[in-house]
């Protein structure tokens, strides 16, 4: 009965705690999900976890961060078709450094929406969740990845991170401050202060989905 009580009581605290934050849970979820939309992710995918595997995946990193295919665009929307126009010649070029350094392994580029958790980018921290990135397979790209911003453009040739790694200091900070608000810039800055309520708009989100 004592068990029942409690949880009863818990389960109550709960609601009243989720009722008085209603209102800062949807204005903050509603900039997360406005922030997500508008960021495009670079995601390489190395062939295996080999030196010579992971060696390729930085090389083939260096080679489309220096090709210009990704500068230029003025908004989420042009970089995003910019990525779809010339997915040919991005597979291309990183095939070309392959066959250079006598790898044979062959290259899929594909523009699609992609589930991140939370990746540390020097001093910013881009949040979990749903976001358009362009993913560029080696292989059988069962490596450890390599993981930037595309856009807005926070990519530079010298960052590096993985899936069990923050990325090393490797954001344009002037960037950061070009394409994101203040608003924003709260959220990527101070992650801790956002993670309960980011948790439960997401929460509520999948419960409306399904």
Same mark, same amino acid.
């Given at each position: 009965m004592k068990r029942t009580t409690s949880a009863v009581m818990a389960a109550g605290l709960i609601l009243t705690i989720l009722i008085s934050n209603a209102g800062s849970i949807i204005r903050d979820g509603r900039r997360l999900d406005g922030l997500r939309g508008r960021v495009l992710r670079l995601h390489i995918l190395a062939n295996s976890d080999s030196e010579e595997d992971q060696r390729l995946k930085l090389l083939v990193r260096d080679e489309l961060l220096r090709s210009g295919y990704f500068s230029g665009a003025s908004d989420f929307?042009?970089?995003?078709? =910019?990525?779809?126009?010339?997915?040919g010649d991005i597979e291309d070029t990183a095939e070309d450094v392959l066959r250079e350094n006598g790898c044979t392994d062959c290259v899929t580029?594909?523009?699609?929406?992609?589930?991140?958790?939370?990746?540390?980018?020097?001093?910013?921290?881009?949040?979990?969740?749903?976001?358009?990135?362009?993913? =560029?397979?080696?292989?059988?790209?069962?490596?450890?990845?390599?993981?930037?911003?595309?856009?807005p453009p926070l990519c530079i040739p010298a960052a590096c991170g993985s899936e069990d790694e923050e990325a090393d200091v490797a954001e344009d900070e002037s960037a950061e401050e070009e394409y994101f608000d203040d608003e924003e810039l709260d959220i990527l800055k101070k992650p801790k202060k956002y993670k309960v309520r980011f948790a439960i708009w997401d929460k509520i989100k999948s419960l409306i989905d399904d």
């Open positions: 929307s042009e970089a995003e078709a =910019i990525v779809q126009e010339r997915l580029a594909e523009l699609e929406t992609t589930d991140f958790t939370d990746r540390v980018y020097g001093d910013i921290t881009m949040p979990s969740g749903e976001y358009k990135a362009l993913r =560029i397979k080696i292989g059988k790209a069962e490596g450890h990845n390599w993981w930037c911003v595309m856009y």
